[in-house]
């Protein structure tokens, strides 16, 4: 079975500071990740995926993640975020597109 | 017109009373999914299926059930309500080798 884990549940930000939030994964198989967004009373949208290729993704709204294999992690950055950007970030897995397993989400706070 | 609709958008009902939420989507995906959503929890996946004759069990799907009308249309039924089933319900379709797609969500509220 897959799991995902955020560890942070909250990560307060200055505007236009950098900004890392962590995706560890579990799987026994190969699996394709992803990075969702939910702003405030809406529903997620995605922000970028990793099927193959390239470990480093590039997505939405000036966004990226790293797949690093060894460290089963799937890392989201911004190097600058907006006020705009505050939202609940969701990490998730898969292993073929069947079934979608999902971490618990971090709420990005980006403070003025 | 959103792909992926949801109705009611939220809903407020008592303890023991039948509720359904509704989906539809116009993306013509093959796969549809019912997923919660509570605070520090994530999504945890209810129901999913993958054509109309096809319904499968998910993670947390006790006290629920399910009805795939069509290929466009997937129903979550709560038989009888109970205050722990308060949560924000998802609705998701798939298709192929490609991301879910998400409904705006239903605020339930069992009191």
């Known amino acids: 079975a897959q799991s995902v884990t955020q560890l942070d549940s909250q990560v307060p930000v200055f505007e236009e500071a950098p900004v890392e939030l962590r995706c560890n994964y579990s799987?026994?198989?190969?699996?394709?990740l992803f990075w969702y967004v939910q702003y405030p009373n809406q529903g997620l949208q995605l922000l970028l995926k990793?099927?193959?290729?390239?470990?480093l993704v590039k997505g939405i709204n000036g966004f990226e993640a790293e797949f690093n294999k060894s460290q089963t992690s799937f890392h989201l950055r911004k190097p600058s975020v907006h006020i705009s950007d505050t939202a609940e970030y969701f990490c998730?897995?898969?292993?073929?597109?069947?079934?979608?397993?999902f971490g618990s989400g971090t709420k990005l706070n980006v403070k003025p | 017109d959103a792909d992926v609709t949801q109705t009611p958008r939220n809903r407020i009902t008592k303890t023991g009373k039948r509720i359904m939420l509704e989906c539809s989507q116009t993306?013509?995906?093959?796969?549809m999914y019912w997923y919660r959503q509570d605070p520090g929890l994530g999504l945890r996946l209810i129901y999913y299926?993958?054509?109309?004759?096809?319904?499968n069990k998910g993670e947390i799907s006790d006290g629920y059930s399910v009805s795939r009308q069509a290929q466009a249309k997937f129903s979550l039924s709560l038989e009888s309500a109970i205050p722990n089933q308060t949560a924000l319900y998802f609705c998701?379709?798939?298709?192929?080798?490609?991301?879910?797609?998400f409904g705006p969500g239903t605020r339930l509220t069992v009191l």
């Open positions: 299926s993958f054509d109309v004759k096809d319904i």
């Open positions: 998701a379709t798939g298709a192929g080798v490609n991301e879910q797609f």
């Open positions: 990793y099927l193959s290729g390239s470990t």
């Open positions: 998730a897995v898969s292993v073929n597109f069947n079934k979608f397993y």
């Open positions: 993306k013509g995906h093959d796969r």
């Open positions: 799987s026994s198989v190969s699996v394709y």
